[in-house]
């Protein structure tokens, strides 16, 4: 599953500082460009431990099942509404009565239509992320942020055969979740 990079929040003043730090840069010329490959690296960081870093609202949109069905993103912080999807896209917030909602202890959120009654779409709305902002995302997972997008900045303008640093995926590791298909 891949998290859109344009959900992302802003690139913090502090962040870039710690880039900089990180390639013993004084100067502010390329920070338009830093930010870019810290979004790209934040970008990786989600897609490779299947996760959000930074916590937002999020809505799904999903056919009707009579099963449980996954939410996409993790870690699910809460679930604030249910809505039923007509065919023209208009929503209707359905009465809690008529689905089930439940949150496993690793973050993946779970939805049940009990009784369907004629809709055949719904719009899940909710809450998922690591971390409220920047500054609370785990150490290793920030520090790995910076380290790629550094690497990034480094080799913007040529081919390096040996690829990112290996410690990168090192750091990131212990915060993946393998999803089996």
């Not at 999903?62 to 996954?70: L, S, T």
Request: aromatic share 6%; with cysteine.
């Amino acid at each position: 599953m891949s998290f859109p990079p344009e959900n992302l929040p802003a690139v913090p003043v502090e962040l870039i500082q710690d880039m900089k730090s990180f390639l013993r840069i004084d100067h502010g010329e390329d920070d338009d460009a830093m930010k870019q490959f810290l979004r790209s690296a934040a970008h990786l960081c989600e897609n490779f431990i299947g996760q959000m870093l930074i916590t937002q609202s999020v809505c799904d949109r999903m056919p009707v099942g009579a099963e449980w069905q996954k939410l996409k993103r993790r870690p699910v912080q809460a679930i604030s509404l249910v809505e039923a999807v007509a065919p023209d896209g208009a929503t209707t917030a359905l009465p809690s009565s008529d689905y089930a909602i439940d949150i496993d202890g690793d973050g993946t959120g779970w939805v049940k239509v009990h009784a369907a009654r004629g809709i055949t779409r719904i719009a899940v709305t909710y809450h998922a992320g690591l971390a409220v902002d920047w500054a609370a995302v785990p150490t290793a997972l920030r520090q790995g942020v910076v380290r790629l997008a550094g690497y990034l900045y480094s080799h913007r303008d040529g081919m390096d055969a040996a690829g990112p640093p290996s410690a990168v995926t090192a750091l990131w590791r212990p915060h993946r979740r393998m999803r089996l298909a």
